[in-house]
């Protein structure tokens, strides 16, 4: 089995200061994870994602994560806000079994960005 | 567009009413899945597809709740008998065939509400 902690619901940076939102997954198996973005009343989009391959993870729009095994952690990072990165973020995890391959979600975080 | 659809974006119907979303999944692409999002959650995961196979099915798709996959191209997802309670974002997201890397695309969803 596995699951998803998203500390927190929402946070709110200045536009220009450093993005962090937290994650923290359980899994059985060795996992895959996954940050998705998703605007209002749209789909998800993938960000980034970590599949046993490098453990600092750079995906789009300047986001990145680094996976520790150690901290069971995959935090998002962006060095710079931008006024556009407003929206709900999603961290998810999948087994890396090549079985099914649902995704399980956290609970999610919105990123306000302020002027 | 070659992404993931479906249809309709927007659905408004009364309780007891029996209602049927479709999903067209990117091309070749041979795994559906449907998920549902309800108001500050993150999507949970309903039913899986291989092919045409429903391979998995959570304990949350409840007796109600059916998915097709005829031909294993499209996909349908109907709810019987609807209740309030099933006022939610349907996402549907499918995954490239022979894909070791779990990653899915989502398609823009079904918002459904149930008066």
């Known amino acids: 089995a596995q699951s998803v902690t998203q500390l927190g619901s929402h946070v709110s940076v200045s536009e220009g200061a450093l993005v962090l939102l937290r994650c923290n997954y359980s899994?059985?198996?060795?996992?895959?994870l996954f940050w998705y973005v998703q605007y209002p009343n749209q789909g998800l989009q993938l960000l980034l994602k970590y599949t046993s391959a490098a453990t600092l993870v750079k995906g789009i729009n300047g986001f990145e994560a680094e996976f520790k095994k150690s901290e069971t952690s995959f935090h998002l990072t962006k060095p710079s806000a931008h006024m556009s990165d407003a929206a709900e973020y999603f961290c998810a995890v999948s087994l890396n079994t090549g079985a099914n391959s649902k995704l399980t979600f956290g609970k999610g975080i919105t990123l306000s960005v302020r002027p | 567009d070659t992404g993931v659809s479906q249809n309709p974006r927007h659905k408004i119907t009364k309780r007891g009413q029996n209602v049927t979303f479709r999903c067209d999944p990117i091309s070749e692409h041979n795994r559906l899945y449907w998920y549902r999002q309800t108001l500050g959650q993150g999507p949970e995961f309903l039913t899986y597809f291989q092919n045409e196979a429903q391979l998995e099915k959570s304990r949350l798709l409840s007796d109600r709740f059916s998915a097709e996959r005829p031909k294993g191209s499209f996909s349908t997802l109907e709810i019987q008998r609807t209740e309030q309670g099933d006022s939610a974002m349907y996402l549907c997201?499918?995954?490239?065939?022979?894909?070791?890397?779990?990653?899915?695309?989502f398609g823009p969803g079904t918002r459904l509400t149930v008066l």
């Open positions: 899994s059985s198996v060795p996992p895959y």
């Open positions: 997201a499918s995954s490239p065939r022979g894909s070791s890397l779990n990653e899915q695309f």
